[in-house]
């Protein structure tokens, strides 16, 4: 599936939304995502800006959303001792598993309601 396709579904967005976004038409929207036009430059900008990804990612270059905050999390794991150059990318089934386990660290350390006394 072609990205911006896929962006622009991700957020549950017409072709007509993103349009204003552009200041482009809805055609052109289409066009781009039928890829029988080129996106210049400065949309692809826009682009990357508006879905906070990469312009690579955008043109399919890479399946890394945003380079910047790939390093970040990087560098958070090198603290710890994980060099992820030394590992594969975790499945689908196991990014489901480690979401699973952090909604359930999450909940167990949520704040108790103190406004109800």
Known sequence: MNRVKYLRE?????QEDLAKVLEVT???????ENETRDIPT??????SDFFDVSID????KTDIRNQ???NDINEELLKVGFD????????DKQKEQIKALLEVILKDNKKEDTDND
């Open 57 to 60: 990612y955008i043109l399919g």
């Open 84 to 91: 992820i150059k030394n590992y594969n990318p975790p499945t």
């Open 26 to 32: 809805q055609k052109t929207i289409s066009n781009y």
């Open 10 to 14: 991700e957020k549950n967005m017409l």
């Open 42 to 47: 400065e949309v692809l900008k826009k682009l």
């Open 68 to 70: 910047k905050q790939e």
